[in-house]
């Protein structure tokens, strides 16, 4: 029997990891970081912590100035998936800095986003408590039978017409006729 290990990471543990990555000077290990780094934030159940978010809006703001186009669209995508988690707010200062065209992209990507957890939600939202039901009076038209209709009248089939036989079951011989 083998035994099935699930490893809970949390983007706590996953960020500090990416930041070397995310100032290498390979286009491509950039590039597949961020791409890493998105479906991290978007997949994510448990938000980020505050103290990260600063730090990590920075580098991704140092990347949408990357020389790579690949990578300049990727940290757009991160930093508009960011934003959905966190807020506008904790990355109005980031977001000050950066040219118009840059903003459009954060903003354009922020727009398709989808995350699972936002920021100040630590548990899922609860579903709305059931309505009560009222109890149903008894009017004149419920209390009387209803006739039956035409089409819920059984009709007999004529066994000259059908085709279909019905089974003839096996008999079972009597317990005192079975030979031990």
Known sequence: MCGVHVLQVTLADIIPDLEPALKNKNPQVTEGTLKFLARCLSGATAPIQTAQIKPLAENLATLLEDGHEGARNEAAVCLGTLMKMVGERPLNATMEGLADVRKSKVKEA???????????????????????????????????????????????????????????????????LMVS
């Open 110 to 176: 922020f727009d398709k986003s989808t995350v699972k957890c936002k920021l100040g939600t630590s548990a899922p939202p609860r579903a709305p408590p059931p309505a009560k039901k009222i109890p149903a009076t008894k009017t004149k038209q419920q209390s009387q039978p209803q006739p039956p209709t035409e089409s819920a009248q059984v009709q007999p089939i004529d066994s000259s017409e059908s085709s279909v036989q019905p089974k003839k079951l096996a008999a079972k011989p009597p317990a005192r």
